[in-house]
């Protein structure tokens, strides 16, 4: 998807420069895609420890409370993608039962972009939950030194 936006964004840029006019429909794409790349590659990121944190301030402090404050994290992880799982299903099941629109260059229904939210922070709660249930450390790579991001 990225690869596409960045094409549609040479050719739209290219068109008008010549004097042309390119398709209304390149705007909206990009517009979804945008929308759509971080929803689709947060669950990933998450499985392959590649969520962001800050290893300096982990660092600081002694390994028994470290295990304790990422257990901690992770469990805020966990309730926060669980509440951003139930609004954001509501807000697709909405926009499924009100018939919603979303109304650009084309119509399309907006449930079809809104359904990915609850399925990207329910994996990702996926993800930290079982992080927290077989307690692997999330920050930690397969060879035993820290994920450095």
């Not at 398709?23 to 962001?52: C, D, M, Q, W």
């Not at 609850?118 to 990702?124: K, N, R, T, W």
């Amino acid at each position: 998807m990225m690869v596409a936006v960045m094409i549609s964004i040479v050719v739209d840029v290219a068109l008008r420069n010549l004097g042309s006019q390119s398709s209304a429909h390149i705007f909206t794409f990009n517009e979804y895609f945008l929308f759509l790349i971080p929803l689709l590659g947060a669950p990933l990121l998450v499985r392959e420890k590649g969520h962001i944190y800050v290893e300096a301030l982990l660092m600081q402090f002694p390994a028994s409370f470290r295990h304790k404050l990422i257990k901690l994290i992770l469990v805020i992880c966990v309730l926060t993608c669980a509440i951003l799982t139930w609004f954001a299903f509501d807000i697709a099941l909405t926009d499924y039962q009100q018939n919603e629109l979303d109304i650009r260059s084309l119509d399309m229904p907006r449930w079809m972009l809104t359904i990915f939210m609850p399925v990207s922070f329910a994996l990702m709660g996926l993800e930290f939950a079982r992080y927290l249930l077989t307690g692997e450390d999330p920050y930690e790579r397969a060879d035993g030194k820290l994920a450095s991001h």
